[in-house]
């Protein structure tokens, strides 16, 4: 069965973190008038047949005759009452994935959208477009290689995600069709990640390695994560006193890699803010740097930093001493160090492509106070 398929190649991708972390990522299958896509917030890694949720998608497509409020906030929830109206009967209990309507859109089969450090340090940069059309030029490939056929690709600025993201990339997907007079299979979005679209799991897997191997060929260096320790050094023993008493959870990590970022405020800088939705929601946007020498000192930069962004940081990284995920639970707080690894994945790779590319204030904005992302949190952890 092709649900067998499509949780096959949502636990092959999902359970590598190069491609996707948590609840990151979506996948679908069309058959007929039914979208099968992953459920909002769960886990691609743990993928099965049962897990995706029925759409009807007579009732998706009436969505694009409606006319929705211009306040972001009520223009999403009438979109999301829509989606959750759209589920087949015996779906109730699921919520489907934000991107519906953009997976409904593609005509592939299967559509797969993840988010590989390396795809995102060409998304993330400050010349991921330019760069995109100029390493993936149909002719960089041999006739035989199946980007030779299939390039180029799309790609879509930054915008927020959802039923606003879902029109843009419809316009660009119609544009396409017309100026090439055939279907586009692979969207690039910045400061978000990749959809690729096939009508079989396999051609997704070679178009992805496709992709990646492409990128692995320009990149100037590789992040360095060896020398690796978990235990918190006698430097900072104090400050995660004063954390505990704060935080239900907390881990710890220091690795070479980390140790460059936190030489200084100014070597921090590539790291310090969001480079994608992901990134916002497990990890938070607002890291907090200190170079704190005491208990008293550190309580005083994170009370003025949560007072200055509104939020308490998730990410707290002591200047030489190594990088705390702090959440409600120790599950959290693992989570959010995760996604900070991977900031630094992309912080890395954005290097070979004239250097980071954080998401806009407004956007980064968008995510925090957006309901469909909270609710993603909150199943992750």
């Not at 590598?16 to 896509?37: H, M, Q, R």
């Not at 007072?307 to 002591?318: L, V």
């Amino acid at each position: 069965m092709s649900t067998n398929l499509l949780a096959e190649i949502s636990r092959f991708y999902g359970s590598n973190n190069d491609y996707v972390i948590a609840g990151g990522g979506n996948t679908s299958f069309k058959d007929g008038d039914i979208l099968y896509i992953k459920g909002s917030g769960t886990s691609l890694a743990e993928a099965s047949p049962e897990a995706f949720v029925k759409m009807d998608r007579r009732a998706l497509e009436k969505i694009w005759g409606k006319n929705y409020p211009s306040s972001n906030d009520e223009r999403e929830k009438a979109v999301l009452a829509d989606l959750m109206a759209a589920k087949m009967p015996g779906e109730e209990a699921k919520r489907p994935s934000v991107e519906t309507m953009l997976h409904d859109i593609i005509p592939s089969s299967y559509v797969v959208h993840l988010h590989p450090a390396l795809v995102n340090g060409l998304t993330c940069s400050q010349g991921g477009e330019e760069k995109l059309h100029e390493i993936f030029d149909a002719g960089n490939f041999p006739e035989e290689h199946i980007l030779s056929k299939l390039l180029p690709a799309i790609w879509i600025p930054s915008i927020n995600p959802g039923y606003i993201l879902s029109l843009e990339v419809k316009k660009a997907l119609d544009e396409y069709k017309s100026n090439h007079n055939r279907n586009c299979q692979i969207i690039f979005l910045q400061n978000h990640g990749v959809f690729v679209g096939a009508d079989s799991t396999d051609e997704i897997r070679q178009i992805y390695t496709g992709i990646i191997t492409r990128l692995e060929t320009v990149i100037k260096r590789r992040p360095d994560f060896s020398d690796e320790r978990r235990d918190i050094s006698d430097k900072i023993k104090e400050m995660e006193a004063g954390l505990l008493n704060t935080f239900g959870g907390l881990a710890f990590i220091s690795n070479k890699e980390i140790k460059k970022y936190i030489e200084s405020r100014e070597s921090f800088y590539p790291v310090s803010s969001a480079f994608t939705p992901d990134h916002i929601v497990y990890a938070g946007s607002d890291p907090l740097f200190t170079s704190a020498k005491n208990r008293e000192e550190f309580l005083e930069d994170y009370k003025n930093h949560s007072e200055k962004t509104g939020r308490t940081p998730k990410i707290i990284a002591f200047e030489g001493g190594g990088v705390f995920g702090a959440a409600g639970n120790e599950k959290a707080a693992k989570l959010a160090l995760e996604l900070f690894l991977d900031t630094v994945k992309v912080a890395v790779y954005t290097e070979s492509f004239g250097g980071p590319l954080f998401m806009e204030k407004d956007k980064i904005d968008f995510i925090n106070n957006w309901e469909v992302e909270a609710f993603r949190s909150r199943v992750a952890t």
